[in-house]
Nanobody, 126 residues
Framework: QVQLAESGGGLGEAGGSLRLSCAASGRTFSGATMGWFRQAPGKGREFVSY????????FYADSAKGRFTISRDNAKNTLFLQMDSLKPEDTAVYYC???????????????????WGQGTQVTVSS
């Protein structure tokens, strides 16, 4: 069993920055792909970014490219999402997820992830 807990959300201003963290429990953290997804009001959950087990491979949605940076600290079992140049359309609940049993493909597909955090609200004012 893996438990994930996001933190760092809150109110930000357009053009500002926020840093999200996701603390994981369980020994399988260091070997697993992890991702960030978000869900805005009235919309489905959408992919933001993923990172492979050692951080050597990352990928971003077009909406996040050039503004967000995903990283991880396996020694501390923590995943991060640095969000810069925030926009009002970034307002959403942000979720971290981990893929332990899922397929090696589809790292941008929420259905391939096995465990999810409870989410943290990010609100960006214009």
């Amino acid at each position: 069993q893996v438990q994930l807990a996001e933190s760092g959300g809150g109110l930000g201003e357009a053009g500002g920055s926020l840093r999200l963290s996701c603390a994981a429990s369980g020994r399988t953290f260091s070997g697993a792909t992890m991702g960030w997804f978000r869900q805005a009001p009235g919309k489905g959950r959408e992919f933001v970014s993923y990172i492979n087990w050692n951080g050597a491979r990352t990928f971003y949605a077009d909406s996040a490219k050039g503004r967000f940076t995903i990283s991880r600290d396996n020694a501390k079992n923590t995943l991060f999402l640095q969000m810069d140049s925030l926009k009002p359309e970034d307002t959403a609940v942000y979720y971290c997820a981990i893929k332990i049993y899922g397929p090696s493909y589809g790292d941008d597909d929420a259905k391939t992830y096995d465990y999810w955090g409870q989410g943290t609200q990010v609100t960006v004012s214009s």
